[in-house]
């Protein structure tokens, strides 16, 4: 029940695509949910979060979508760059608990 | 900011040496995690610290890893003896904890263990 589920593992798009990664949890009282980026040879970064209470949130080209029923959230990026081809990682928390629980990570690349 | 620092970088050693790894936290952070990282198993939560006490070991794999926050900037995580199975990144990273939940985490850049 603590799992979250990512998926695909990898995925390739083309400049200007729009890929999709989606995340899956059975734990109803998480209450944060981030995502974060992670380019080779350095750490993950914060991207973007949501909190249940809203549907959808948008920074600059990525978006959450966020599915309180079906339990499940996915990052949306807009006019895909190859300079976002990194690992993203969705990952889950309630209260103030501060162990994240990770999904698996996907490997997105841009082609040019 | 100068960020999450790590040290080393990059290590290689023996089996059976023991290895130390550094980090200093951002600066007023209160929070501080170690992570490893592995193709395998992912982002594992090793330990984490709460002003400088230990509040969750059990992602501790064995007794060979250790970990300990003397103050409030500077970390350390040892392995004694090390083995190739060791072998993965690992992330330091804190988190002001000023919000009640889902306060941002921050890495370091990661101490990348090779364990021959």
């Known amino acids: 029940q603590q799992q979250v589920k990512q998926s695909p593992q990898s995925l390739i798009v083309q400049k200007g695509g729009i890929p999709i990664i989606n995340c899956a949890y059975e734990?109803?009282?998480?209450?944060?949910f981030p995502w974060y980026q992670q380019f080779p040879g350095k750490g993950p970064a914060l991207l973007i979060a949501i909190r249940p209470d809203v549907s959808e949130k948008k920074e600059g080209r990525f978006t959450i979508s966020f599915n309180k029923s079906a339990k499940q959230f996915s990052l949306h990026i807009m006019d895909s760059q190859p300079g976002d081809s990194a690992t993203y990682f969705c990952?889950?928390?309630?209260?103030?608990?501060?162990?994240?629980?990770w999904g698996a990570g996907t490997k997105l690349i841009i082609k040019p | 900011d100068a960020g999450v620092i790590q040290s080393p970088r990059h290590e290689v050693t023996e089996m059976g040496q023991e290895v130390t790894l550094r980090c200093k936290p951002i600066s007023g952070h209160d929070y501080l995690f170690w992570y490893r990282q592995t193709m395998m198993r992912g982002l594992e939560l090793l330990i984490y610290?709460?002003?400088?006490?230990?509040?969750?070991d059990s992602g501790m794999p064995e007794d060979r890893f250790s970990a300990k926050m003397p103050n409030a900037s500077f970390s350390t995580l040892k392995i004694q003896p090390s083995e190739p199975r060791d072998s993965a990144v690992y992330f330091c990273?804190?988190?002001?904890?000023?919000?009640?939940?889902?306060?941002?985490?921050?890495f370091g850049e990661g101490s990348w263990l090779t364990v021959v």
């Open positions: 990952a889950a928390s309630k209260g103030s608990n501060y162990q994240l629980i």
């Open positions: 610290f709460n002003n400088n006490v230990p509040i969750d």
């Open positions: 990273a804190s988190s002001s904890g000023d919000r009640p939940s889902g306060n941002t985490i921050y």
């Open positions: 734990n109803t009282a998480f209450d944060y």
